[in-house]
């Protein structure tokens, strides 16, 4: 009798446990798609919000302009560009997320969705860096008179918050399908402190943690191998984690430089087929053609990851460090685009040996 009332909390919890992950993967996108939304409808409230300063004999006037993206679009104030960034990004996400929350199939679900997570982080990013963005750009053109610096509006605020829930519900939605085995937990975990080791065999750049290594590489391969969802939770959520304890920059760091800087790889996962052809898969080789593809695949995505770290890393210097946007990116510059090319090369060099793994050692087709 004990133990039936012991199973039926159980199977409760089970069964709670499932409709959960039912409602998610139903609902997630959609509702990931709606946060964007909300974020997306914060760009018309008060963005950023610059002060002047003028004295009138011994007494000091400020005065401040809060400033909405209607009022930025419309040229009379810098930082345009950034602020269409976040427009396009928070765009794109949500129509990825649509997408995501119409198609059937379960791997086209998973890139949708987390395509669509890539996009609301880099929305946050931008939201984040706005009022630096704007200051650096005010006092390097001298645009507006007695200028006296700039913060965060609420409608910016916000936009941080509900953009970075959207990416949260856009990134769920693939494991909701999914039951992850020993082997996929055993290979992700050999590949992770793979790359918590190379992180150690490097050449230091600067005082802010920079370096040049080839922690990207095994990362690289998590997403290459069992696709963009796994890249983002072992790159930018576990390695990113981890990473961000033992470097010793403080949490702080966490969202821009590992989340953001990391999660990055999942791109590679969206090349798989690419990479790995049904019939290199069969036969274990590949053809003239599939190899060019294939290389140039590697190439870009991975170029297409460089620049999704350098995004984040970038922010993070000019929120944490307070660089102005071109110190920053000059300083992440130097080593960044290093980091990343010594591993697109090392997966360039390695790719039919990749191939052949694969054959070997397949991931399964199925979440």
């Known amino acids: 009798m004990s133990e039936l009332s012991q199973e039926a909390p159980q199977n409760g919890a089970k069964q709670q446990e499932s409709r959960w992950k039912g409602f998610l993967r139903k609902f997630g996108s959609l509702i990931a798609a709606a946060f964007g939304i909300i974020a997306l409808g914060l760009l018309f409230a008060p963005i950023v919000s610059y002060e002047t300063k003028i004295y009138v004999g011994d007494e000091k006037i400020k005065t401040s302009y809060p ?49 669509a997570a890539l996009s609301f982080l880099l929305a946050f990013c931008l939201f984040a860096i706005s009022p630096y963005l704007f200051d650096w750009n005010a006092a390097y053109f001298g645009l507006i008179e007695n200028y006296n610096g700039t913060e965060l509006a609420t409608g910016g605020a916000l936009g941080i918050v509900f953009s970075l829930i959207a990416a949260f519900f856009a990134a769920v939605v693939p494991f909701q399908n999914r039951e992850i085995t020993v082997a996929e937990i055993a290979e992700d975990g050999i590949l992770i402190a793979l790359s918590f080791g190379l992180n150690f065999v490097k050449i230091p750049v600067g005082a802010t943690g920079g370096s040049i290594n080839f922690q990207m590489l095994p990362l690289m391969l998590i997403a290459l191998r069992r696709g963009p969802a796994s890249g983002l939770i072992c790159g930018g959520l576990l390695y990113g984690f981890l990473t961000c304890l033992t470097d010793g920059y403080g949490f702080a760091t966490f969202p821009f430089d590992y989340l953001v800087g990391f999660g990055s790889v999942a791109i590679m996962g969206f090349i798989r087929p690419l990479v790995f052809s049904a ?23 991975g170029l297409l990851a460089t620049f999704v770290r350098f995004a984040g890393s970038t922010a993070s210097s000019m929120l944490l460090y307070g660089y102005d946007f071109a110190a920053a990116a000059e300083y992440n510059a130097i080593y960044i685009p290093v980091t990343g090319a010594c591993a697109i090369v090392a997966l360039m060099l390695l790719y039919v040996p990749l191939v052949k793994v694969q054959k070997a050692f397949p991931v399964r087709k199925t979440l």
């Open 67 to 115: 400033l909405n993206i209607v009022e930025m679009l419309r040229g009379e104030y810098p930082m345009n560009w950034s602020i269409v960034l976040t427009l396009v990004m928070l765009v794109l996400g949500i129509a990825l997320c649509v997408v995501a929350t119409l198609v059937k199939n379960e791997k086209a679900k998973e890139g949708w969705s987390v395509g």
């Open 279 to 301: 019939s290199a898969m069969s036969t274990g080789k590949l053809s003239k053609k599939e190899f060019l593809i294939g290389e140039v695949a590697i190439l870009v995505a």
